[in-house]
């Protein structure tokens, strides 16, 4: 079973910075954050991922809680294009991957 | 960035025959890749563990039989869903294990009419 939990659904203004919450209650020391995405009838996008540190990519950013047991990740200037579904997940080196049901994220023009 | 492909991207078939998928990495060695099934407005649901070279591991409640895995090379795993029923239609996806990152294929759509 999914180890995360995040709220089921967002609205995002196009244009404007979408923050996209989750909880690790669970997390180990030696796991990472992950987040993936899902477009509608495609495959899981990788976005990005991170075990202590914030991190920043060209897709986004990640912000860990210290305590590591919340994340945020931030699309700083959502498209309409950034509608889909986002995973969380907490993994470990060779884990199986297991998704939870995530957030529809929907950016409204 | 890593590059994994699934063929076909749409089948349909009739019930009781028998359809492979074909997942490939293609720019990495995979040692393990995954087979996952989602049907309409669901999460991914993971079916099976793929490792080269060595029998697959089956989620629980996923019939072994009927779910075929095959994982021939380091960069090629086969789901082959055997006696296919229309509730086996589903999009059905892999992923592939690449050094720290886990990538995912466009997915496969199976209609069984």
């Known amino acids: 079973d999914a180890k995360t939990t995040q709220p089921p659904s967002m609205d995002c203004a196009e244009g404007r910075a979408a923050n996209l919450p989750c909880n690790h209650s669970?997390?180990?020391?030696?796991?990472?954050v992950y987040w993936y995405r899902q477009i509608h009838s495609q495959g899981p996008q990788y976005i990005i991922h991170?075990?202590?540190n914030n991190e920043t990519n060209e897709m986004a950013s990640l912000i860990i809680t210290e305590d590591r047991k919340s994340s945020t990740l931030i699309l700083p200037h959502a498209t309409l294009r950034d509608t889909a579904v986002y995973y969380c997940?907490?993994?470990?080196?060779?884990?199986?991957?297991?998704f939870g049901t995530g957030t529809r994220l929907t950016i409204i023009p | 960035g890593a590059v994994v492909s699934q063929h076909p991207s749409r089948v349909i078939c009739k019930s009781g025959t028998s359809v492979k998928i074909e997942c490939r990495s293609l720019?990495?060695?995979?040692?393990?890749m995954f087979w996952y099934r989602q049907f309409p407005k669901q999460s991914l649901m993971l079916m099976a563990t793929s490792n080269e070279g060595s029998k697959a591991t089956y989620e629980q409640g996923v019939e072994k039989d009927k779910f075929l895995i095959n994982h021939a090379s380091l960069t090629l795993s086969t789901l082959t869903v055997t006696s296919a029923h229309p509730e086996d239609s589903s999009f059905y996806i892999c992923s592939a294990r690449g050094g720290t990152g886990l990538y995912f294929g466009p997915g496969t759509r199976l209609t069984v009419t």
């Open positions: 669970t997390i180990s020391g030696n796991e990472y």
């Open positions: 720019d990495f060695q995979a040692t393990t």
């Open positions: 991170g075990l202590k």
């Open positions: 997940i907490d993994l470990f080196g060779n884990e199986k991957l297991t």
